[in-house]
């Protein structure tokens, strides 16, 4: 298997690139940078998987089809669309337990309380987007790191995420702001359509009865200060985007500062 998922959406943002040198030129051939940099990413991947080199393997049989080896070739949209659908397959087959990205659905008014929660994820070892890659790994409209890009419009991008190839851990962040917001129930009623895994957490005093069939409630819920419910969350991430375990001094060290933080700003906002 590849060293991690990124491996595999590197080849799809691959052939991302080449159909969208198709959409350019019509279609491609002999060197093409992006298509023949994707037939040496996709040969690796299966050099270092020969057990899926079987030509009883769907995804391999097509791909090593349209692989056009040594030849003279023109790959046209029909046949790079069909490259690209492939390769998701492959990837939500090979890792059905991984994810790459997390989508916080909350409520603006909530920001502090999320900006808390996202630097805790961060400490736990979520990627920070880098000048190199900027491609964020958190999905949170009001948090500094993880701003979409200027000019573009947030609703086209939550559309992005829900209609894309990632695997996509939901939190949704539960206070009675949330439940003020036509919004944020509709990116609720979104998450459950998608079928996607999500953990509901909910603020210190929040009344869970107001939760009542928004989503399905076999997922365990916890509150946002509960030190025993976030070890758990964050051995989850561990094992969900492939980190290692910080030691038990910094964990303990962060989320404490993060249970008091959150606390102290939960009272001001709620005695104002």
């Known amino acids: 298997m590849p060293t991690s998922i990124a491996d595999i959406n590197h ?7 080449f159909i969208e040198d198709i959409h350019h030129f019509g279609s491609i051939s002999n060197g093409n940078a992006h298509y023949e940099e994707y037939k040496d990413k996709i040969s690796l991947f299966f050099h270092q998987n020969q057990n899926l080199r079987n030509n009883e393997f769907a995804p391999y049989v097509i791909l090593d089809y349209l692989h056009f080896n040594g030849r003279p070739f023109t790959v046209n949209l029909s046949e790079a669309t069909m490259i690209k659908n492939t390769v998701v397959e492959l990837k939500h087959d090979l890792f059905k337990n991984k994810y790459d990205k997390i989508f916080i659905s909350h409520r603006e008014k909530d920001k502090k309380q999320v900006e808390l929660f996202i630097d805790l994820l961060y400490s736990i070892g979520i990627p920070h987007p880098t000048v190199i890659n900027k491609e964020n790994s958190i999905f949170c409209t009001s948090h500094p790191a993880c701003y ?56 210190p005093s929040f009344d869970y ?8 409630k076999q997922p365990v819920w916890f509150r946002t200060t509960d030190k025993y419910r976030l070890n ?41």
């Open 11 to 17: 080849i799809i943002n691959l052939c991302d690139m």
């Open 148 to 203: 979409i890009q200027n000019g573009e419009r947030n609703l086209d991008e939550i559309k992005r995420y829900f209609q894309s190839h990632y695997h996509i851990f939901y939190i949704l962040w539960y206070t009675d702001n949330y439940f003020e917001s036509q919004a944020c129930l509709n990116e609720a009623g979104a998450i459950w359509a998608s079928s996607g895994r999500y953990q509901e957490i909910l603020a």
């Open 209 to 216: 009865g107001k939760i009542g069939g928004l989503l399905d």
């Open 232 to 272: 758990i969350l964050k051995e989850q991430l561990e094992g969900m985007f492939g980190i290692q375990p910080l030691t038990t001094n910094a964990w303990e060290n962060a989320r404490d500062s993060y249970i008091e933080r959150i606390n102290e700003i939960y009272f001001q906002e709620n005695v104002e």
